[in-house]
C-alpha cells in the first residue's frame, strides 16, 4: 500500500518534471516545477521526513517558486515568442548525455547497505515518538551542526546584501 | 523498505534536470532545472536518512538555504543581465566569447 502511494507519488514527480523541462512558456514550466515539488514533499513524509516536507512546501514551492514568478513577470516573459528549446542536434546530444547519466546514476538503486552502518529498521519513527518530529531534526541541528547552522545565517546575510546589490540600478 | 524506489526516481529526476539544463537557452528555465537538481539530491539525503540516522534530513536543512540563497543571487543576476541585453537567452550572452 505505502509502497503503491510512494510510485505514484514519484511517477507524478517525474512527469511533472519531464513536462517543465519541455514547456516552451517559462510560466508552464515554473508551473509543473511546482507540481514536481508538491510530489517530491509527499514523498518526503512517506519516508519519514514530516517537517522537511512541511519546509519543502514553504521554501520551494511558497518562497522561491514565487520569487521564479516574480522575476518572469518583471521581466515580462510570459508572452508567445520563438521556442528556446534547442535544434535537432542539441536535443540529440542532450538526450544521449542524459541516457549515459541515467545509466550510471540507476544501478544505485540496487545498492545494499552494510548492516554494520545501518540503524534497525523503524528506529527513526520510534525517535520521532519519543523527541517529537521537529525535535528530532532539531537536536542534531542544533547540536552536533551548530556551527554549520550559524555559517548558514552569513551566507544568508551574504546572499541579501549580494542580491540587493545586484538588482538596484544605483545605491 | 522505500530505499530502492526514492534512489531511482531520485535518479531519474536528477537527470531530467542535467536534460533541462542542456536543452534549454532560456536562463530562468536552466535555473529551475538546477533547482530540480537539487531536489533529486535532497530527496536521496532523506532517503538514505532512513536507515542511517537524522543526519541526512539535517544536511536537506542546509541544501535548502543554500538553494533559497542562490536562488535570490541568481535571480538578480539574471536581471542585471536583462537590464543590458533585453533577453535573457543564453545565446546572447557571448562578451567572453572570441570575436
New interface residues.
Partial sequence: MTSTIFWSFGILAMLSALLCITRKNPVASALWLVVTLFSIAALFVLLDAQFLAVLQVLVYAGAIMVLFLFVIMLLNLGRPGPSDIKGPLGLGVAVLLGAALLLLLQPLSRTTLPSAITLPPGSVPALQQQQGIVGSVANPLFGAYLIPFEITSVLLLAAIVGAVVLAKRKL | ?????????S??????????V?????A??I???V??ML?AV??TF??L???????G??F???V??????????G??????V??HKQS??LQNMNLLKDG
Avoid at chain 2, 536518512?49 to 543526519?55: E, I, K, N, V, Y
Fill in positions: 523498505m522505500l530505499l530502492g524506489p526514492a534512489l531511482s526516481i535518479a531519474v529526476l536528477f537527470t531530467l534536470g542535467v536534460l533541462g542542456l536543452l534549454r537557452r532560456n530562468i528555465v535555473f529551475m532545472c533547482e530540480l531536489n535532497n530527496l532523506v532517503a536518512a532512513q536507515s542511517l540516522g537524522m543526519g534530513q539535517v536537506v536543512f542546509f535548502m538555504a543554500v538553494a533559497a540563497a542562490e536562488a535570490a543571487v535571480l538578480a543576476i539574471i536581471l542585471a536583462y537590464r535573457v537567452s
